[in-house]
């Protein structure tokens, strides 16, 4: 069994399923208080996690910046923010999105070929080079031209890595890519959607899972992780959701931890339903 972050994966979603337009833009259509929520999460947490698409694509950092948030952080005895660690298996990002002059701890976990990109200067306080041969390129040819592209990230050796470095509480940002990979590795525990009173639509606009998805029937070793339901909340024209994940093959019973004794950010009591 590997020791890892309890794991939350957050999004806002349009009623549709989709969180973001058909473009992939990375323009924001959740409200304040869905706002408030996702900072309340990061406040919560001792790392954020995001793919490098989601960077590239919305350009900054979630960050905590209330008042009362970076009070209960300090009083906590953490830092004002948590880390950010982008994953990215080629270490492509622009060098001039606003992520870069935000004030916060900034990690990238990438490839040997990603960090070499990054050997000068300080944009990250930190470069994780923590890859594998990724298992989709495996029966591929190999010639020394594709031996570089057919390296991705060790995701579970990242997250065994974050909790020997003291991070507890995880918090994803997504994007659909790297969520999908973490379902599989049966390494998100609790997930939070807001559903948004929008329709988006596109056949490929990004979904909170994207990936090769997983199979509705039991006893596969692609079958869908399943959920229960922990809390559901109606704020205006909002809902706001949060489900426990669990997974039904034992290839993930080895690997799930212990669930800790509370999850990232325990909810106010909603005045909605709440599931027993
Ligand atoms: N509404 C919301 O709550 C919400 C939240 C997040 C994102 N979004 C939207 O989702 C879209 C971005 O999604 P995306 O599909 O690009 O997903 P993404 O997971 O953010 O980014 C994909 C990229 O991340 C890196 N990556 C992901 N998993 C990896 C792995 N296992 N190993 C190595 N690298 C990995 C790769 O970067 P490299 O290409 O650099 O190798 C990959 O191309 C944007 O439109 C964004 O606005 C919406």
Redesign the pocket.
């Given at each position: 069994m590997i020791d890892r972050p309890y794991t939350t994966a957050?999004?806002?979603?349009s009623a549709d399923g989709?969180?973001?337009?058909y473009?992939?833009?990375?323009?924001?259509?959740?409200s304040q208080q869905d706002f408030r929520q996702?900072e309340e999460c990061v406040a919560a947490s001792d790392a954020v996690l995001?793919?490098?698409?989601?960077?590239?694509?919305?350009g900054t950092a979630m960050r905590v910046l209330s008042d009362d948030l970076l009070q209960q952080r300090h009083t906590q005895g953490k830092p004002p923010q948590p880390r950010q660690l982008?994953?990215?298996?080629?270490?492509?990002?622009p060098r001039d999105l606003k992520f870069f002059h935000q004030p916060i701890p900034r990690w990238l976990?990438?490839?040997v070929q990603?960090a070499e990109l990054w050997r000068t200067g300080i944009a990250f306080d930190h470069i994780w080079v923590c890859e594998c041969r990724?298992p989709q390129a495996i029966g591929r040819s190999e010639s020394a031209v594709t031996r570089d592209v057919q390296k991705?990230?060790h995701?579970e050796l990242m997250l065994h890595r974050l909790k020997g470095d003291g991070v507890h509480q995880l918090a994803v940002?997504?994007?659909?890519?790297?969520?999908?990979?973490?379902f599989d590795l049966g390494a998100i525990d609790e997930i939070r959607l807001?559903i948004c009173p929008l329709i988006l639509g596109g056949a490929t606009?990004?979904t909170?899972v994207?990936g090769l998805g997983f199979l509705n029937q039991m006893h596969s070793d692609r079958s869908a992780p399943q959920l229960t339901l922990l809390a559901v909340q109606p704020v205006n024209q909002e809902i706001f959701l949060r489900y426990r994940v669990s997974y039904s093959h034992p290839r993930h019973h080895e690997r799930n931890p212990a669930s800790p004794a509370g999850s990232i950010a325990d909810p106010p009591p909603p005045p909605g339903v709440t599931a027993s």
């Amino acid at each position: 069994m590997i020791d890892r972050p309890y794991t939350t994966a957050i999004f806002a979603m349009s009623a549709d399923g989709k969180i973001s337009d058909y473009q992939r833009s990375g323009r924001k259509f959740g409200s304040q208080q869905d706002f408030r929520q996702l900072e309340e999460c990061v406040a919560a947490s001792d790392a954020v996690l995001m793919g490098a698409g989601t960077l590239r694509s919305g350009g900054t950092a979630m960050r905590v910046l209330s008042d009362d948030l970076l009070q209960q952080r300090h009083t906590q005895g953490k830092p004002p923010q948590p880390r950010q660690l982008i994953v990215s298996r080629s270490g492509n990002i622009p060098r001039d999105l606003k992520f870069f002059h935000q004030p916060i701890p900034r990690w990238l976990v990438t490839t040997v070929q990603g960090a070499e990109l990054w050997r000068t200067g300080i944009a990250f306080d930190h470069i994780w080079v923590c890859e594998c041969r990724d298992p989709q390129a495996i029966g591929r040819s190999e010639s020394a031209v594709t031996r570089d592209v057919q390296k991705t990230i060790h995701l579970e050796l990242m997250l065994h890595r974050l909790k020997g470095d003291g991070v507890h509480q995880l918090a994803v940002l997504g994007g659909g890519a790297l969520v999908a990979d973490l379902f599989d590795l049966g390494a998100i525990d609790e997930i939070r959607l807001t559903i948004c009173p929008l329709i988006l639509g596109g056949a490929t606009a990004p979904t909170p899972v994207d990936g090769l998805g997983f199979l509705n029937q039991m006893h596969s070793d692609r079958s869908a992780p399943q959920l229960t339901l922990l809390a559901v909340q109606p704020v205006n024209q909002e809902i706001f959701l949060r489900y426990r994940v669990s997974y039904s093959h034992p290839r993930h019973h080895e690997r799930n931890p212990a669930s800790p004794a509370g999850s990232i950010a325990d909810p106010p009591p909603p005045p909605g339903v709440t599931a027993s």
